[in-house]
């Protein structure tokens, strides 16, 4: 009796500190998930890339997802880019780094361009910060898909065709027009000086911002922005280019004579757009090149001008460098 009384006696105090343990364990769990301390599951995989699949990839706030890809990185678009964060840069071209923007569960698309016009669709998934034992994709790799025969030589064939295959230059006029569309808030300007002195003049349809501006031998290349500020749909006639100067300042001084201002017309290269018919609000963008003058007056300026269908006796005029930047 008195063995088993002291056998009672030590399961007892077992019992007690075993609670007392477990007790202390839950605790410290539920510290930890109000701290916001959860357990994740990284994961690495390998995907084939196809344009016919969307991929679905998990993501988690304060942690950074790299996918690779096959070729060099052209584009990237986010669906929702206040909701995720998207990187890449020239110096790692077959990476992107991606991560949520938001610590609430979350959901958008993910948009990648190769420079061989192979597009991947992905689908960006975020639980939140508050989700337990999500998975994570640490890496997605992206693999280029292979033929279904066995030592096919298709993609070194291909390869060696490409080599043969003369380099394509890019059209500059696409270039600046690229760069200029994604140009998120132009400058955008009402008209030049002379164009506001008359009082009287009616507030233009149009605004309009200048982008880039290059020169090389002897002809300029400019990218600019139209907005419709009108509350009616209108077509934005082609873009011109002129050198304008002040009349006889003699004439200018009469009363009885109106601001006297002289223009010659430049002749057009060659422009393009990417938008004419315009809602109200709506913007395009535009590029135009032209053989600019060898010399001009201290008082002459190069205008580009801009106007619409319906209002061309009101022309948009914004002043264009002589010299551009960098030339």
Same mark, same amino acid.
């Given at each position: 009796?008195?063995?088993?009384?002291?056998?009672?006696i030590a399961?007892?105090i077992?019992?007690a500190?075993t609670?007392?343990?477990s007790q202390?364990?839950?605790?410290q769990?539920?510290?930890?998930?109000?701290?916001g301390?959860?357990?994740?599951q @990284?994961i690495?995989?390998d995907?084939?890339?196809s344009?016919?699949t969307?991929?679905?990839?998990h993501?988690?706030?304060l942690?950074?997802?790299t996918i690779?890809l096959?070729?060099?990185?052209s584009?990237v678009?986010?669906?929702?880019?206040?909701?995720?964060?998207?990187e890449?840069?020239?110096?790692e071209p077959?990476?992107?780094y991606?991560?949520? =923007?938001?610590? &609430?569960?979350?959901?958008?698309?993910?948009?990648?361009?190769?420079?061989s016009g192979q597009?991947? =669709?992905m689908?960006?998934?975020?639980?939140?910060s508050s989700?337990?034992?999500?998975?994570?994709?640490?890496?997605?790799?992206y !693999?280029?898909?292979?033929?279904?025969? *066995?030592?096919?030589?298709?993609?070194?064939v291909?390869?060696a065709?490409e080599s043969?295959q003369?380099?394509?230059h890019?059209?500059?006029?696409?270039?600046?027009?690229d760069v200029?569309s994604?140009v998120?808030t132009p400058?955008?300007?009402?008209?030049t000086?002379?164009e506001r !002195?008359?009082k009287?003049?009616? @507030?233009c /349809?149009?605004?309009?911002?200048?982008?880039?501006t290059?020169?090389?031998?002897g002809?300029m290349?400019?990218?600019?922005?139209?907005?419709?500020?009108?509350?009616?749909?209108? &077509?934005?006639?082609? @873009?011109?280019?002129?050198?304008?100067?002040p009349g006889?300042?003699n &004439?200018?001084k009469? !009363?009885?004579k109106?601001?006297?201002? &002289?223009?010659?017309?430049v002749?057009?290269d060659?422009?393009k *757009?990417?938008?004419r !018919?315009?809602?109200?609000?709506?913007?395009?963008?535009?590029?135009?090149?032209?053989?600019?003058?060898?010399?001009k007056?201290?008082? /002459?300026?190069?205008?580009?001008?801009?106007? =619409?269908?319906?209002?061309?006796d009101?022309p948009?005029l914004l002043a264009? @460098?002589?010299v551009?930047?960098?030339?």
């Amino acid at each position: 009796m008195k063995y088993r009384k002291h056998s009672l006696i030590a399961i007892s105090i077992v019992l007690a500190a075993t609670s007392a343990f477990s007790q202390q364990i839950a605790t410290q769990a539920s510290a930890d998930t109000a701290a916001g301390v959860q357990n994740i599951q @990284p994961i690495v995989s390998d995907v084939t890339a196809s344009q016919a699949t969307v991929t679905d990839v998990h993501l988690r706030p304060l942690f950074t997802t790299t996918i690779r890809l096959p070729d060099i990185v052209s584009s990237v678009a986010i669906g929702a880019p206040t909701l995720f964060e998207a990187e890449h840069s020239n110096q790692e071209p077959r990476l992107v780094y991606v991560k949520p =923007s938001t610590k &609430e569960p979350s959901e958008s698309n993910l948009i990648i361009t190769m420079q061989s016009g192979q597009t991947i =669709s992905m689908r960006l998934i975020s639980d939140g910060s508050s989700a337990v034992n999500a998975p994570v994709d640490f890496i997605v790799d992206y !693999k280029p898909q292979q033929s279904f025969f *066995v030592g096919s030589t298709d993609a070194v064939v291909k390869a060696a065709q490409e080599s043969r295959q003369p380099v394509r230059h890019l059209d500059p006029l696409d270039t600046a027009l690229d760069v200029q569309s994604r140009v998120a808030t132009p400058a955008w300007q009402q008209g030049t000086t002379l164009e506001r !002195k008359s009082k009287k003049a009616d @507030p233009c /349809e149009i605004v309009g911002a200048l982008g880039e501006t290059r020169q090389s031998a002897g002809k300029m290349l400019v990218a600019y922005s139209v907005k419709n500020r009108s509350s009616h749909w209108i &077509e934005v006639l082609p @873009p011109q280019i002129e050198v304008s100067s002040p009349g006889n300042k003699n &004439e200018t001084k009469k !009363k009885d004579k109106k601001h006297i201002v &002289e223009a010659e017309q430049v002749p057009v290269d060659s422009f393009k *757009v990417n938008g004419r !018919k315009l809602a109200p609000g709506q913007r395009a963008d535009g590029v135009v090149t032209f053989e600019r003058p060898g010399f001009k007056q201290s008082q /002459e300026r190069i205008l580009l001008q801009l106007a =619409s269908a319906n209002s061309v006796d009101k022309p948009l005029l914004l002043a264009v @460098p002589f010299v551009a930047p960098g030339n």
